[in-house]
């Protein structure tokens, strides 16, 4: 097998509903990403945070409930937390896997700035679930509580969904470029990043969740990446997801997945993004590809024997 520049995107959900669940995960993600840092490839780790930035918002926003004067926390720092905690468990584990396995354990997470526009349309149409899923009467009284706006999420049950603006930068790029080109696996744009915007003062945050997949793809794109790894609950993508026609795809033409995406076969905030993401990197240059598959299987998806293909 080459050795190549691989992203690798890791599902929010994927990593469990509490620390002691994401440890387990963590632990369990740690053995596939240290058998692709044996073989020589060099990583770049993204990963999700929609139930764990959720959490933090819900925790933050009761304390501020029952404690009076408690400040008021905005999503950019909810998201700078998320990065902290789950970037913390990724390098714990990365750095035991690799030592039992006697290689350099040289990890680092990189607290991610991502600039977006502060005139995108996603302000007007929020769509980015984030937190765990409800019921819907649970949903319901929550949004007549709070005003919060809840949306169905893959058949799974209902969460709240908030803007999710396009990734414009990775602020960071360059010193992940660096760590990089000297043999650092670099944990980066957790959650997509912190969402900032660029002002006459200098950056500042803003009340958003960026797709952690469009963030990684732009990360991957920009960092000269040949392959992004799109690990998920599932393992391929679905046409006609969920019903008894389902059909799972083990490879999408650029042509392919364009039409598939037009016929709405992809749930918006779940697969569609990771398509859709999948289907820029493709074809931002010669050569590239992407895969969709889950955990257990990324394995095998590397050569070509699981998960769902696009490009190429």
């Not at 990890?107 to 996603?122: R, Y």
């Not at 046409?239 to 709405?264: C, D, H, N, W």
Request: glycine residues 10%; hydrophobic residues 40%; negative net charge.
């Amino acid at each position: 097998m080459s050795k190549r520049r691989i992203a690798v995107a890791l599902g929010g959900n994927a990593l469990g509903e509490s620390p002691a669940d994401q440890i387990a995960a963590v632990r369990r993600a740690s053995v596939m990403i240290a058998d692709m840092i044996a073989q020589g490839h060099e990583l770049i780790i993204s990963h999700g945070n929609g139930p764990q930035v959720g959490m933090i918002h819900a925790a933050m926003d009761l304390a501020a409930c029952e404690k009076p004067g408690f400040p008021a926390f905005p999503f950019a720092e909810c998201s700078a937390m998320s990065q902290g905690y789950i970037g913390y468990h990724l390098q714990q584990a990365l750095h035991d896997e690799l030592r039992r396995r006697a290689l350099p354990d040289r990890v680092l997470s990189v607290v991610t700035q991502v600039v977006v526009d502060p005139e995108d349309p996603a302000f007007r149409e929020p769509c980015k679930p984030i937190g765990r899923f409800h019921t819907r009467e649970e949903a319901e009284a929550i949004s007549r509580e709070k005003g919060w706006l809840f949306r169905e999420d893959a058949g799974r049950g209902y969460r709240r969904v908030i803007p999710s603006p396009e990734p414009q930068e990775i602020v960071e790029q360059e010193a992940i470029s660096c760590l990089l080109s000297q043999g650092v696996t670099v944990i980066a744009a957790g959650g997509g990043g912190i969402p900032v915007v660029r002002t006459e003062h200098g950056l500042r945050g803003i009340d958003a969740v960026i797709d952690k997949d469009r963030s990684c793809e732009r990360l991957a794109e920009a960092l000269g990446a040949e392959l992004i790894l799109f690990l998920t609950a599932v393992d391929r993508a679905c046409l006609y997801f969920g019903k008894p026609e389902q059909q799972e795809l083990t490879v999408m033409s650029a042509r392919e997945a364009r039409e598939y995406i037009r016929q709405g076969h992809f749930a918006p905030g779940s697969m569609l993004p990771k398509v859709e993401a999948g289907l820029r990197f493709a074809e931002s240059a010669p050569g590239r590809r992407a895969v969709i598959t889950s955990l257990t299987h990324a394995p095998e998806a590397l050569t070509h024997g699981a998960g769902t293909w696009i490009g190429g």
